[in-house]
């Protein structure tokens, strides 16, 4: 180590800090980490500790294929054994992007060393035409705005520079700033971090601070376990409800508490958020972005307003609890963040369905989707691959009226494979054009957490694992009912078991290499779609030593 210029009384018993960067120029969410990392390491040096920086995969939303999440167990992997295989007694990781942050708790939980997580921020406002705009929720409207003839093409390409004009992640509430939220909910990320928009001074201070603090954790027993127990969970679902979060931090959740052998499930979802009021009024399920939620009071405001909902009790990073936190936590625009007496929505964000046609459940964004077809009744109209469906979907013949329920299935873990954000499947242009806006789409993929419409997702058992919406078929009725819980497919048991007899098996379509690898072990949604092989902990122990 000495041929980095580092002086002999660095290694005097000084805490080493290891600072895991998923800086990448492929992940333009993440492109600001290396100024963000020198800020830790600043932090770590001040407080007597030796920061050393080291790269993981970098897991960018934008642009990787077939899909991000394929990749967000790999990278747990790897984060794991970087941190395991190497002398590192505490370490800060740094992380921003949709599946960058669920991956980095994954596999810190995984080796169970003293942990903080420092999310990245969200890019500044997009301003389009004297109005903001939200990366990903206006992207999803402008298109089929494109597609319905009521918006220019080179329109639409305008407003790329206007939306995306900042470092950071997306400013909607989106999977990063839902994921970035949860964790500092959950006590392992710093107080009032989550929202602090990513090109702010204030970003670079939380950094240095957490430098800090890392080192006097070295050593300590804060370590994930203790901070991220079921309270930490607990609390978490309900933050994610008041944040109207991404159906993402579902899969997420139950990935993390996988790996630390906490007792989680899809139910507890619906159980658990059923009670708890929309009060961030941010999009796609309200009116602002990130950045006017920081300056009305960010996370701590907002969980101080839902305080009497939540453990107080929870530890965190700093060794007090979340109760602690939200002494002093005022709120400065009571329309971003609403009181409890004016919520944007009464209604509970995000309802976990079951029925015949979902045995392991399903989960809808009711905060983002259409009031009157949270209860339905149609007929199917199914795409066996979302490559069919865009082959078809804008045919001037397709037979579709605005009762129809789209259908969408080989769209999951397994079946794609990776679980991709298909799940809001465009409309039919000629119905666009007839100026409808919303129907029920349901599939066994994921949705953008910046998305929006009456979208049923993660469909469990998912098709290609021999779920029944391998069986569902055209004209066939289908009954939702949100506020039931229910999704059925109106066909009767005989009918349906006839049809699996004549179901063809699956084929993988991965004969080598990660992707094989990640067939042959992936869990469903409903386990949160992690690798069988990788449930519980190993610790930090290194087994064997090298000579």
């Known amino acids: 180590m000495k041929s980095q210029g580092l002086p002999d009384d660095v290694f005097d018993g000084k805490p080493i800090i290891g600072i895991c960067n998923t800086w990448s120029e492929l992940n333009p969410c993440n492109g600001h980490f290396r100024q963000l990392a020198d800020h830790v390491s600043r932090g770590v040096w001040e407080a007597g500790g030796v920061p050393l920086q080291f790269p993981t995969t970098s897991l960018g939303e934008p642009l990787m294929r077939p899909s991000a999440m394929a990749y967000r167990n790999l990278m747990s992997m790897d984060v794991e054994e970087s941190i395991r295989s190497n002398p590192i007694d505490a370490v800060v990781l740094l992380g921003g992007c949709d599946k960058t942050i669920p991956a980095l708790l994954m596999g810190a939980a995984s080796v169970d060393v003293p942990t903080i997580l420092l999310s990245g921020g969200p890019m ?77 001074a204030r970003r670079s201070t939380v950094a240095h601070l957490a430098g800090r603090r890392i080192v006097a954790m070295a050593g300590s027993d804060l370590i994930p376990s203790r901070i991220l127990d079921r309270r930490a969970f607990e609390n978490a679902i309900r933050v994610s409800a008041t944040i109207a979060g991404s159906t ?21 979802f619906d159980q658990i958020g059923r009670d708890v009021p ?12 990130m950045e006017d939620f920081y300056y ?13 909902l939540l453990d107080l009790t929870a530890l965190t990073i700093d060794g007090d609890t979340i109760g602690d936190r939200l002494q002093d936590a005022p709120v400065f625009d009571d329309d971003v963040i609403r009181p409890i007496t004016s919520p944007v929505t009464q209604e509970p964000a995000l309802a976990v369905l079951t029925g015949n046609l979902c045995p392991d459940g399903a989960v809808i964004k009711v905060s983002a989707a259409s009031a009157h077809l949270t ?29 129809t329920i789209l ?86 048991d005989a009918e349906l078991a006839e049809r699996a007899h004549s179901l063809d098996a699956p084929r993988p379509s991965s004969t080598r290499g990660y992707m094989k690898l990640y067939e042959d072990h992936v869990l469903g949604a409903d386990a949160g779609a992690d690798f069988d092989f990788l449930q519980g902990s190993s610790g930090s122990a290194v087994p064997r030593q090298s000579f």
């Open 124 to 200: 500044l406002n997009g301003k389009f035409q004297g109005r903001d705009v939200g990366s990903g929720t206006d992207v999803w409207k402008f298109s089929e705005a494109v597609r319905a003839g009521t918006m220019t093409e080179d329109e639409f390409l305008a407003t790329e520079a206007c939306m995306a004009r900042s470092a950071g992640h997306c400013m909607t509430m989106g999977t990063a700033s839902t994921m970035a939220c949860l964790a500092e909910a959950m006590g392992i990320a710093p107080a009032g971090s989550a929202a602090i928009p990513a090109v702010d």
């Open 248 to 268: 993402n931090a579902v899969i997420h959740l139950l990935a993390i508490a996988g790996r630390l052998g906490v007792e989680l499930s899809l139910a507890d």
């Open 278 to 289: 929309v009060l961030a009024n941010v999009r796609p399920s309200g009116a602002y972005l």
């Open 296 to 308: 009305a009071g960010g996370l701590p405001a907002l969980m101080g307003r839902i305080r009497h």
């Open 375 to 403: 209860t339905h009744r149609g007929q199917a109209l199914v795409f066996d691959t979302i490559e069919e469906c865009h082959d078809r979907i804008d045919d001037p013949n397709l037979e579709v009226d605005a009762t």
């Open 407 to 492: 259908v969408l299935r080989n769209a999951g873990p397994k079946g794609y494979p990776g679980m991709p954000e298909i799940g809001g499947l465009p409309l039919p242009r000629k119905l666009l054009a007839q100026g409808v806006e919303d129907m029920v789409r349901i599939s066994d993929a994921r949705m953008s957490g910046t998305a929006y419409g009456t979208v049923v997702l993660h469909v469990a058992p998912e098709s290609a694992a021999g779920g029944p919406l391998a069986l569902v078929r055209d004209g066939d009725w289908i009954s939702l009912n949100v506020p039931n819980r229910s999704l059925t497919l109106e066909v009767d």
